[in-house]
């Protein structure tokens, strides 16, 4: 059975003021991601070596939405999210997202690693043949994007990707529904939806291929 694997670091993390005060806030905001994720995840968001936290996915349709909802949340602090599919070698740790290995977390590992050389946030891989062309360039140009948003358009990008209305957009992020389409429309969140959900698509289709 193939997984989609995600692991995450913090960007700058050694420069956090107050770093263990954060570190408690970065673990409720996995547990609560945890939570809302349920089945979707086959093993949950785990702290793991120093800044880092990973999880494991059987199911990635809603990941971007996770992710964007994540940084939502830590904001004003960044953090990188690699994604990778692929069959694990051992066996699932259902209740934390560690002692796992395989070729899912290699390659997972591996375009963290990328993200960190060049600068970005958001990376996919797929195969042992690399990343994918154009989700990758569309992650690129995502990463880059980002980097001038505000809580509230992650919260409102979270909430569109997770399907939710406007009036529940607004009602969730606590602006007004009037914001809530200012900011889809000054972002392209309409589009970008429709970009993230045609990669998280092509992800479960790797997933079932394995």
Do not use: C
Request: charged fraction near 25%; avoid cysteine.
């Amino acid at each position: 059975m193939g997984y989609a694997v995600l692991i995450a670091d913090l960007v700058a993390s050694r420069r956090l003021p107050a770093r263990a005060q954060f570190q408690r806030r970065l673990k409720g905001v996995l547990q609560a991601t945890t939570t809302r994720a349920g089945r979707a995840l086959a093993s949950p968001y785990t702290l793991t070596l120093g800044d880092e936290f990973q999880a494991v996915y059987r199911d990635a349709t809603l990941v971007f939405a996770d992710i964007l909802s994540i940084q939502a949340q830590i904001a004003p602090v960044r953090a990188r999210f690699a994604v990778a599919t692929g069959p694990l070698a051992t066996s699932v740790n259902a209740a934390q997202a560690i002692g796992m290995d395989g070729p899912a977390f290699h390659r997972a590992r591996a375009l963290l690693g990328r993200l960190k050389d060049e600068r970005r946030l958001f990376g996919v891989q797929t195969t042992d043949a690399g990343e994918w062309t154009l989700p990758s360039g569309a992650l690129a140009v995502l990463s880059g994007i980002t980097e001038s948003w505000l809580p509230k358009r992650f919260e409102v990008f979270a909430g569109l990707l997770s399907g939710a209305s406007g009036p529940e957009l607004a009602k969730k992020t606590d602006i007004t529904t009037r914001a809530v389409n200012k900011n889809i429309r000054a972002a392209d969140l309409d589009e970008w939806k429709r970009i993230l959900d045609e990669i998280a698509w092509q992800l479960n289709e790797e997933i079932k291929a394995r």
